[in-house]
């Protein structure tokens, strides 16, 4: 719990090596433990949070998984307004060669996933950046059949749903999907060879409800 300081994701992977270190000189039996750390999207624009995850694969501690909380929102603030913090961190772990899981979107979003047999909505979800994400997913429901389903083939998809529907469909992510989450954890856990992040999509302040 370093949050600012950044200082979690360094002694998590120390953590990992030195379990690593115990087991290899016969010391004790780490071999069934997993390093678990989470760490918010805006927590990992600290220069130290991000600075050893080559360690991780270099050793290739497969006994380490990162969680990133992308909830796309600082306190005072976008992560990211006009870019994505969710594609900016799965090129730094890839390139620094962890396996990355994403784990965007909830499981009503399944159904429209299945008829995206051209790409058009993974497209439009991919060019959403992260301010008009954060907009739309909290916006009425004609506001976002207007904007977000903003081609006649995307509001062709959802033309079945009720505004309210586009209501709930918006605020259905991964990181809030117990099935989704578990499929994740399950994922990493039985990788091997690399250490594992999931990049898990939650909204900022939810379970306290309408109000917030």
Request: proline fraction near 3%; hydrophobic fraction near 35%.
């Amino acid at each position: 719990p370093s949050v600012s300081m950044g200082l979690g994701a360094m002694t998590a992977i120390r953590q990992a090596r030195f379990n690593r270190y115990l087991e290899d000189r016969g010391l004790t039996e780490t071999s069934g433990s997993t390093i678990w750390y989470f760490m918010g999207d805006g927590e990992s624009d600290e220069p130290e949070s991000l600075s050893e995850l080559t360690l991780a694969s270099r050793e290739e501690l497969d006994n380490i998984i990162i969680v990133v909380n992308c909830n796309l929102q600082r306190l005072d603030g976008p992560v990211r307004g006009n870019s994505k913090i969710v594609q900016e961190l799965a090129s730094r772990f890839i390139g620094a060669g962890w396996n990355v899981i994403k784990c965007l979107w909830g499981s009503s979003w399944d159904q429209l996933f299945e008829k995206d047999v051209n790409g058009l909505l993974a497209s439009r979800l991919e060019e959403l950046v992260d301010g008009d994400e954060q907009r739309l997913m909290t916006a009425e429901g004609k506001v976002i059949r207007e904007e977000l389903f903003n081609s006649s083939e995307l509001k062709k998809m959802v033309s079945h749903f009720s505004d309210m529907d586009l209501e709930s469909l918006t605020n259905d992510v991964g990181g809030h999907d117990p099935i989704k989450i578990f499929t994740a954890y399950d994922a990493a856990k039985s990788h091997t060879k690399q250490p594992t992040v999931i990049l898990a999509r939650t909204i900022k302040g939810w379970g306290l409800g309408p109000t917030f």
